[in-house]
């Protein structure tokens, strides 16, 4: 909810020229918009187990939870066709695989069942490794889970990686989060430390959220980084000034997912290592905005985040 309400604030906030655009970018959200295509991968075709039954023969077909997380998921503007980032990620894999694609909306309620049922064959919906969903499901990473600080573009704060960066700042967080949990961490380290803590704000309102920003009543937005990335893409004004994992202190991970122990992992790892060194992985987060949450190389099922 935090992360839809943000995005229109900003975008709201742009449009009666409260942010003032200084990079902006043109998204093409056509629903025929040039794919990023990968060849057939040889090796991970190799891999799909013999007679594997997928959810249609000769698709992929993959669940996408909710259409208003952009950059991630979207209406394109035919109010129909789901793209954003996770769908172009789910072509490449589907395209490396030699299938054709088929992407669907599904609730974050429903998708577990739907993997398990075999009614998707797998979800790419920004969905965290965990110990706990490991028992259930395979996973082979495709981004990083990252957390952003963003300022107003003019704002002299150039950095903020650390307790002692925010001391005496006031942030707008979103109640309940992780970021929420990351900066009462730090707040209580530099409290220890006899430094100021920050001031945490909590804004119901959206134009008031965004006036309080772009006046300078509080110095920050920490949000999850796909949202504000797009934002600051779309409409300027804001600056990315840090990068926090969203498991700090440990690392959490963004995982394709697919039924435990069905062999289709490997052939999804073996078709993102190809898409990332053939280059076509970069391209998508390129044209989404998203380069700083990019991975080296898949892992399938690394450690998870505890319960």
């Not at 992360?3 to 025929?32: C, I, Y």
């Not at 006036?211 to 949000?223: E, I, K, N, T, W």
């Not at 991970?253 to 052939?267: C, E, F, Q, Y």
């Amino acid at each position: 909810m935090f992360k839809r309400s943000l995005l229109a604030l900003l975008l709201s906030a742009s449009a009666s020229g409260a942010v003032l655009a200084d990079t902006v970018k043109e998204f093409d959200l056509s629903p025929d918009q040039p794919p990023i295509v990968t060849p057939p991968n040889a090796a991970a075709i190799k891999q799909i187990p013999a007679g594997f039954k997928f959810a249609e023969p000769g698709t992929f077909t993959v669940a996408v939870s909710g259409t208003a997380s952009p950059p991630l998921a979207l209406l394109a503007t035919d109010d129909k066709t789901t793209i954003g980032s996770e769908a172009d990620t789910a072509r490449l894999i589907a395209d490396s695989l030699g299938l054709k694609l088929k992407v669907l909306q599904a609730s974050w309620e429903d998708w577990p069942l739907g993997v398990s049922s075999g009614k998707y064959d797998a979800v790419i919906s920004n969905v965290t490794v965990t110990e706990a969903r490991k028992q259930r499901f395979d996973f082979a990473t495709y981004r990083q889970d990252v957390l952003g600080f963003y300022v107003k573009s003019s704002n002299a704060i150039s950095e903020i990686k650390q307790a002692k960066d925010i001391a005496g700042l006031k942030i707008i967080v979103g109640a309940g989060t992780n970021q929420e949990k990351v900066l009462l961490a730090w707040n209580e380290a530099n409290e220890k430390a006899g430094i100021a803590p920050a001031t945490l704000a909590y804004y119901d309102d959206q134009a008031a959220s965004t006036l309080a920003l772009q006046s300078g009543r509080v110095d920050a937005l920490f949000a999850p980084n796909s949202v504000l990335s797009y934002a600051a893409s779309l409409r300027g004004g804001i600056k990315l000034v840090g990068l926090v994992n969203g498991g700090w202190p440990l690392k959490a991970d963004i995982a394709v997912t697919t039924r435990k122990g069905n062999g289709l992992v490997a052939p999804i790892h073996t078709a993102l290592e190809g898409a990332i060194a053939g280059g076509q992985y970069a391209q998508v987060l390129q044209r989404w905005g998203l380069v700083v949450e990019g991975i080296d190389h898949s892992q399938i099922n690394p450690p998870g985040l505890p319960d």
